[in-house]
């Protein structure tokens, strides 16, 4: 079955890199994602990457996936304040219809 | 393009009410997705149209949710005889086909 797993929570310097990480069970997944989610707020699209792919990057954001360990991370360099928020992993299996299958999410705090 | 708008923001309702919830995805969006979001976790899947079409509903959580997008624009989402546990944020997200999924802001539920 689907299964996403994330830390809860990441603690980080202003102007430091962040890392979240995520590990998820399905291997015939196609996509994985990276949302971010602001209280109160729906969840905005920051990211994804192909199953075929290992990085990509976009601006202060980069994507790492390792397939063989079916592991994702999500390198935010030079972390902002207004960067603080929950971050989801989320994946979407072949043939799923394009449904989403999201983590738990991971709390990043960027303290002064 | 003005985002995918849900309405209302916050429903306040007793138990055992009816409620329906409304959704307009970004135009041109064939697809429209309604997730389920409770406290400290990750959004879950309900359902999913392409145009007005239902393409999956198996996971509804029970024969009081359902969901209908009559004219393949927008959608509503109506639970019947609200329990103490449908208390959650309800999300749509619309894309166009296999595309990354744009998501509103919510509806959150309370119920009394």
Known sequence: ?112 | DTGVSQDPRHKITKRGQNVTFRCDPISEHNRLYWYRQTLGQGPEFLTYFQNEAQLEKSRLLSDRFSAERPKGSFSTLEIQRTEQGDSAMYLCASSPLDQPQHFGDGTRLSIL
Request: a negative charge; proline letters at 2%; glycine letters at 8%.
């Open chain 1, 1 to 112: 079955g689907e299964d996403v797993e994330q830390s809860l929570f990441l603690s980080v310097r202003e102007g430091d890199s962040s890392v979240i990480n995520c590990t998820y069970t399905d291997s015939s997944s196609t996509y994985l994602y990276w949302y971010k989610q602001e209280p109160g707020a729906g969840l905005q699209l920051l990211t994804y990457i192909f199953s075929n792919m290992d990085m990509k990057q976009d601006q202060r954001l980069t994507v790492l996936l390792n397939k063989k360990d079916k592991h994702l991370s999500l390198r935010i360099a030079d972390t902002q304040t207004g960067d603080s928020a929950i971050y989801f992993c989320a994946e979407t299996p072949t043939g799923g219809g394009n449904k989403l299958t999201f983590g738990t999410g991971t709390q990043l705090k960027v303290e002064l």
